[in-house]
């Protein structure tokens, strides 16, 4: 149950990014951009939670997931230590995604070469 | 005669093609973002489920998750293999975490010769930059507008 959930709310994210693709010009790039920040407002305010509960990994692994996880990440530690939190809580809540990518991103680039474009 | 003809009639496939090809083209892009996007999630479900089974607690398991996922992308687009899936898939493998490692890799690999400075350190960050600043900042954003509240509660 959690494998089709996972499929169906995971799909449909990339779904919205595929028709914003095709229907607009924005780059991959930019869908990027906003997937994230358009997680991190909803997160902020409260509407991307419930897609995480009943969709998981589904939700989490898709960008807005990640901007879901900055907002949820400031906000308790707004609450546990202050304004300070603002500046903490998010790259604390994303630490291991932004390390990982940072570390083995760099370790790839210098073990393999571009392939030849076919 | 029989040449001309036959270009003539390649020329009016080629036409009836182009004019037929935006809106399939279009339903196919949408399917295959579907299911690739959905099987990367599926993916990543069996890897949460796998480190929740070993006894991880629920609030860490999402490091897990997102540091094999970007391992995946990386090692993917090292070998080649995750740039194809891009040119069937489209928006389904660049949404997902596994597209942001691939954003990383791609470029740091493809401007290696430019140096490790210039080259790999810099270019990693061609698309990455940009989603941490303004994932990031929007995050700050709201962690003041949150403190800010929460003062007049």
Do not use: W
């Not at chain 2, 942001?100 to 290696?112: G, L, Q, R, T, W």
């Amino acid at each position: 149950m959690d494998y089709l959930r996972a499929f169906i709310v995971g799909g449909t994210i990339c779904l919205i990014g595929q028709i914003l693709m095709d229907k607009t010009n924005l780059t991959p790039a930019r869908i990027l951009v906003s997937f994230v920040t358009a997680g991190v407002i909803l997160g902020a305010i409260g509407i991307y939670e419930p897609i995480v509960e009943y969709g998981k990994a589904g939700a989490t692994v898709p960008l807005p997931g990640f901007g879901y996880s900055l907002a949820k990440g400031t906000i308790k530690e707004v609450e546990k230590y202050g304004l300070i939190g603002a500046f903490t809580g998010g790259i604390k809540a994303t630490s291991a995604g932004i390390a990982a990518a940072i570390f083995f991103g760099y370790l790839m680039a210098i073990i393999f070469n571009p392939k030849a474009k076919s | 005669m029989e040449h001309t003809n036959e270009e003539r009639l390649k020329k009016e496939f080629q036409d009836m093609v182009k004019k037929s090809a935006p809106s399939s083209n279009f339903l196919k892009d949408c399917l295959a973002a579907f299911v690739v996007g959905g099987f990367i999630c599926v993916i990543g479900q069996f890897v949460m489920n796998f480190f929740i089974g070993l006894g991880i607690p629920k609030e860490d398991v999402g490091y897990y998750v997102a540091t094999i996922m970007v391992f995946l992308g990386a090692f993917l687009t090292g070998l080649g293999v995750y740039d194809n899936i891009g040119k069937f898939a489209g928006a389904g493998s660049i949404v997902p975490i596994t597209g942001f490692s691939n954003s990383i890799v791609a470029p740091a690999m493809e401007f290696k010769r430019e140096g490790f400075v210039f080259g790999v350190g810099a270019k990693m960050f061609v698309i990455a930059g940009p989603v941490l600043v303004y994932g990031i900042s929007s995050s700050v954003i709201v962690g003041i507008i949150y403190y800010i509240i929460n003062l007049f509660k």
